[in-house]
């Protein structure tokens, strides 16, 4: 008799890993962008808006580093904690910011 798939258990260490991971490529692709906000800032000279759209893609950079830092922190636990959706939303809301300044300073 075989069993049934709800019924078989998974390894727990899976999906902790798994979202780790997902966490660290996030944080990665942030500073791909905010690297290149920075270096699309800067070219044709500095500016005042472009020295300040800069400076924003960077803060906004390290305050997704300390979210991600905190959950990943937070997953090597055996269980895990849930993430709370103020660090959800604040997650979202550095990602989409960070997403529209480096267009910003692109265009």
């Not at 808006?49 to 300390?66: D, K, N, R, S, T």
């Not at 997953?75 to 809301?93: C, D, G, S, W």
Request: with cysteine.
């Amino acid at each position: 008799m075989t069993p049934r798939p709800d019924a078989v258990e998974r390894d727990p260490g899976l999906q902790p890993e798994r979202t780790r991971l997902a966490w660290r490529r996030t944080t990665l692709t942030g500073a791909a962008v905010a690297v290149l906000a920075a270096k699309s800032a800067l070219h044709g000279g500095p500016s005042a808006a472009g020295a300040v759209a800069g400076a924003l893609c960077a803060v906004l950079w390290l305050g997704f580093l300390g979210l991600a830092h905190r959950r990943i922190h937070d997953l090597v636990a055996a269980r895990p904690l849930v993430l709370t959706p103020r660090i959800a939303a604040a997650a979202v809301l550095c990602t989409i910011a960070l997403a529209v300044c480096g267009a910003v300073l692109v265009l």
